[in-house]
């Protein structure tokens, strides 16, 4: 059967992904970001999994104004970089897993949520930047990714307590696949920060660094939060932290903390890294 | 939908993109999302105010655009990351769009980074 093996949050912020395809990650900006993922590059490479469940949000890219689904899952069997703009990012194209994509799908619409499923799409920095962190700059990536795409750009967002139900289901999902897998999930997004208006730039170290104490041992204490509590402490695109419980609901009650990283900023970003594996 | 009161509606300088600004933004963002093509921003870049007229937007939004009023883009219905595609056109960075919307210049935006940041104010 397949299993989760551990969990991991990561932010997702477009520079540090261009950081490390310009090979700037030893300036003297960045260094103090890169050095403490060191460590979680080198767990990842002792603990490859077979299959990698990734869960971001899509910044009008694969997914236009023209629908906005709340929950998507991509079951297609590869998922190219999008073009941001300034061309696509120079990382591999994504290896689905269609296989356990669609049983992810059945299984958890069946048990009552509600995915849209996504045949075609592209991914862009939300999923290939924690995929670079994680990985570094590599010919192909070592493991099959799904994408599992949460709306964070239009409000309402899903709640917090809903992600973490959706993490629940994925994990009973997963262990009822009848292939010997071995699965990690991760959650990107976040930390605190603010893109638009006279608030953009907004940082809050405290909040932060209180959502990463708790969000292991007692992730229940942080599902009340309303996403005007995140808008009003962490920014409005602290919101995408609601993404982080997907990943933690997914694993046991009773997790242990390999690693973590914290720094401020990158770019116009707090950072946060997190790895849990199952007790 | 529009009567109804936000409890987000007084944190100073900030816009939620909620359902009353995606009604109010939509031909805004539509046209923000087409600068992800390269041949259409070839066509903006030969003639900006003439590519305009392809979308229903208000005055104010078609100045807006014109003359890079960043803030008045969310004002107007625009969402942040398809206000981003422009920036992006134009070659600015995240810290310049940050700093045109706060009052400030890249640089100061910048170092306001590395010193962690501006506080919570709401």
Redesign the interface.
């Known amino acids: 059967m397949a299993e989760v093996i551990a969990g991991v949050a990561s932010s997702h912020v ?2 540090i992904g261009a950081a490390i395809d310009r090979g700037k990650t030893d300036e003297p900006y960045w260094a103090p970001l890169f050095e403490g993922y060191e460590k979680a590059r080198e767990w990842m490479a002792e603990n490859t999994p077979d299959v990698c469940v990734l869960v971001y949000n899509d ?3 694969a997914f ?2 023209e629908m906005i689904p709340t929950f998507a899952i991509g079951v297609a069997p590869e998922f190219e970089p999008a ?4 061309g696509p990012r120079p990382v591999p194209t994504v290896q689905g897993h269609p296989e356990l994509a669609w049983h992810l799908a059945e299984s958890l619409i069946l048990d009552e949520f509600d995915m849209t499923i996504v045949n075609e799409m592209t991914v862009d920095h939300g999923f290939t930047v924690p995929l670079s962190i994680l990985f570094g700059q590599v010919d192909e990536w070592p493991c099959p990714v799904i994408p599992i795409v949460v709306n964070v ?4 967002p899903p709640t917090g307590k809903r992600c973490y139900a959706l993490g629940q289901a994925i994990g009973r999902a997963i262990a009822s696949f009848d292939q010997d897998l071995k699965v990690t999930v991760l959650g990107t997004g976040g930390m ?1 920060h ?12 405290e ?1 932060d660094r209180d959502f990463m104490d708790r969000i292991g041992p007692d992730p229940e204490s942080l599902l009340d939060l ?3 509590d995140y ?3 962490a920014g ?2 602290g919101v995408e932290l609601v993404m982080w419980f997907i990943m933690r609901g997914a694993l046991d009650e009773r997790v242990h903390e390999v690693h973590r990283h914290y720094h ?2 990158a ?2 970003t ?1 950072t946060g890294l997190i790895i849990y594996e199952n007790d | 939908m529009t009567s109804v009161k936000r409890d987000y509606d007084d944190i100073p300088g900030t816009y939620v993109f909620d359902g009353r600004r995606a009604r109010q933004g939509y031909a805004l963002n539509k046209f923000l999302k087409t600068l992800d093509d390269p041949e259409v921003r070839e066509v903006f870049r030969r003639d900006e105010a003439g590519y305009l007229d392809r979308f229903s937007l208000s005055e104010e939004q078609r100045r807006a655009v014109l003359e890079r009023d960043w803030n008045g883009l969310l004002e107007l219905g625009g969402n942040v990351f398809y206000i981003w595609k422009l920036c992006v056109f134009d070659g600015c960075s995240m810290q310049y769009m940050g700093g045109q919307m706060s009052g400030m210049s890249e640089d100061e935006f910048r170092q306001m980074m590395l010193d962690g940041g501006r506080r919570q104010d709401g």
């Open positions: 477009p520079p910044h009008a890219n236009g104004m073009d941001e703009g300034f750009t239009q409000y309402p605190s603010q893109l638009g208006g006279a608030r953009a730039g907004l940082i809050n170290e909040f309303t996403h005007t808008i009003r402490a409005t695109e401020v900023a770019s116009n707090a």
